[in-house]
């Protein structure tokens, strides 16, 4: 029986099924509620409980940053005061604390999934991971336990902790019925190099224990393999693993192509912390930092202190680098409780980003004022989201001098040469893209929103979710007229959104001539290989350029995805 899903972690696991049930209601449904003070110090207690073991899951991941920047960022989510008002609360109006952790869960976790930015939905994970961690300790129920070694874990969904808690002798692989890609728990699995399948289609009450099974790299799991199956996916697991060993030991390479095009490929990041693994990934630098995430975890609004300091650890973790400061991209689809935005019946067309910041003058003085002062400590760029005319660029400038007359009065250092950029992420953006270009330095192309918008889909809805590809030609000969528009002026263009991390969509903007690619840093090292392999008399631009529906640019991108990979291989092999 074979049973398909995405692939999350690609490699080959070969092991047995164990079943892990995470849904705690039946538990919720025969706790016996006391008195409101015994309520909060049994949710008080179970916080402390939770902490120390986070705390001692750091000590044991110490030698992986990553999964210790994680558990970190859950320790803190512990102590996140709207998280705990919102459960102290519930409590004193008569829930019980299990029930109060719950709702108040609920409550973050779709507040963070009302969200565009898929990073903040992935947040609503490890929202709900801390606080079941916490119901488990009031309900005194101990955590989940790996039952013997190469076990497939399947489940509807799976907590960080519980993966960092494991190893790969403890665990072959995962499939789960949710989850994403770019969840916390995948980021560690993919850490620790388990294959992982997502959004698997099974029964989880038909799938037998103990059942021998196969994870392939085409996503599906296979039960009960035969002899010849399972000494086939042996070696080919034996071959995966050293591909990406090959990978990684690549990573200080620079990505030049094979006709000496040299690419920055650089790294998203949402938190400044992250910057310190910028290196052993191989970004040359941080092509978007996302700030909102300092204006979404407090009721108040970040001081210039606190931003200064944000802004200054993630320039100098580029060491040397171009660290791009993306300003507020906040609206009525990403709420912030500090500035107490409306709720808005269309959110992706309304009051967002750059018409907030210009809107309110002081709150955007003060950011710019932070990421100007942050730039005396290395290369930094400012880069402004949602910018459909010049107007909003010239205003910003006067701001920005604004800042630079007052800095120097006070004496206090930054770079005078500071370079601004704008996001294309509107058709009215791609349209005025020529004229656009002569007021900034570069563009950052947020490829998530320009599809969305040039399409007219919203993504988040599933009967047209389907319309939603960016491998649409409108896309593609809009990318081509904002890098025309970009290098006809001598400056440069990046890509920012889902597509700089595509190999097929790489391949297209190589060919139109795109100069960065910014993408989380755990795809960094193989993409960066991808474009050593690659060369521009691979593609013929006038036939990519005439494919009329996605389905044709898709296949067509794929015919050349398949040489480059077989170079690769090649290559590794030699």
Not at 148 to 167: M, T
Not at 217 to 239: A, C, R, T, V
């Amino acid at each position: 029986m074979k049973i398909k899903g995405n692939i999350a972690v690609k490699g080959i696991a070969i092991g047995y099924i164990q079943k892990v049930n995470s849904n705690i209601d039946e538990y919720l449904e025969s706790y016996i509620q006391q008195d409101k003070e015994t309520e909060m110090e049994k949710y008080q207690k179970a916080v402390k409980q939770v902490k120390y073991d986070l705390q001692q899951l750091v000590e044991k991941c110490s030698s992986n940053n990553q999964d210790t920047a994680i558990m970190d960022a859950h320790l803190l989510m512990i102590d996140d005061i709207m998280l705990n008002e919102k459960v102290m609360y519930n409590i004193n109006n008569g829930e019980s604390a299990p029930n109060a952790i719950k709702n108040a869960s609920s409550e973050v976790e779709n507040m963070l999934m009302q969200l565009e930015d898929t990073y903040f939905q992935e947040r609503a994970s490890d929202v709900k991971d801390v606080c079941k961690q916490i119901i488990l300790k009031v309900l005194g129920i101990e955590k989940l336990a790996v039952n013997g070694s190469n076990r497939i874990i399947v489940a509807d969904d799976i907590e960080p902790s519980f993966v960092a808690s494991v190893n790969n002798e403890q665990v072959a692989g995962f499939v789960l019925k949710s989850g994403s890609t770019t969840s916390h728990a995948i980021i560690i699995a993919r850490g620790k190099g388990i294959p992982t399948i997502v959004g698997a289609d099974f029964d989880f009450n038909s799938m037998e224990e103990e059942t021998k099974a196969i994870i392939t790299q085409d996503g599906l799991l296979i039960l009960n393999p035969s002899i010849e199956e399972e000494q086939l996916y042996k070696q080919k697991k034996i071959n995966t693993q050293r591909l990406q060993s090959y990978f990684l030991s690549k990573v200080n390479k620079s990505a030049k192509t094979l006709d000496n095009n040299s690419i920055t490929v650089a790294a998203n990041i949402a938190l400044s912390e992250d910057a310190k693994y910028l290196d052993e990934n191989g970004a040359k630098g941080i092509g978007l930092y996302r700030t909102e995430f300092l204006y979404m975890e407090s009721d108040q609004l970040p001081s210039e202190k606190e931003q200064f300091e944000a802004y200054k650890k993630a320039v100098i973790g580029c060491n040397g680098n171009l660290c791009i400061i993306r300003t507020l991209d906040i609206g009525g689809d990403k709420p912030s409780k500090a500035l107490e935005l409306s709720k808005e019946e269309n959110p992706f067309l309304g009051y967002r980003a750059i018409r907030i910041c210009l809107d309110k003058k002081d709150l955007f003085k003060q950011q710019l004022r932070s990421i100007i002062r942050a730039s005396a400590f290395g290369k930094t760029a400012i880069l402004l989201p949602m910018i459909i005319n010049v107007d909003e660029i010239i205003k910003t400038k006067e701001i920005i001098k604004e800042i630079m007359t007052e800095l120097e009065q006070q004496k206090i250092s930054y770079d005078k040469n500071i370079k601004i950029g704008i996001m294309i992420e509107t058709p009215a953006s791609v349209i005025m893209s020529p004229i656009l270009i002569k007021y900034v330095d570069f563009f950052s192309i947020g490829t998530n929103d320009l599809t969305q918008y040039t399409l007219a889909v919203d993504r988040g809805n599933q009967k047209v979710s389907y319309l939603y590809n960016y491998y649409n030609p409108a896309i593609i000969h809009s990318i081509k007229m904002v890098i025309d528009a970009a290098h006809k002026e001598g400056k440069w263009v990046g890509v920012c959104g889902e597509m700089g991390a595509d190999n097929k969509s790489i391949i297209a903007l190589l060919a139109l001539g795109i100069d960065e690619l910014s993408m989380s840093m755990i795809m960094i090292p193989e993409k960066k290989e991808f474009i050593r392999n690659y060369s521009n008399d691979l593609v013929d631009i006038n036939k990519l350029l005439a494919c009329k529906t996605p389905e044709e640019v898709e296949i067509y991108l794929g015919t050349i995805e398949k040489r480059i990979n077989e170079a690769i291989e090649a290559n590794y092999n030699n």
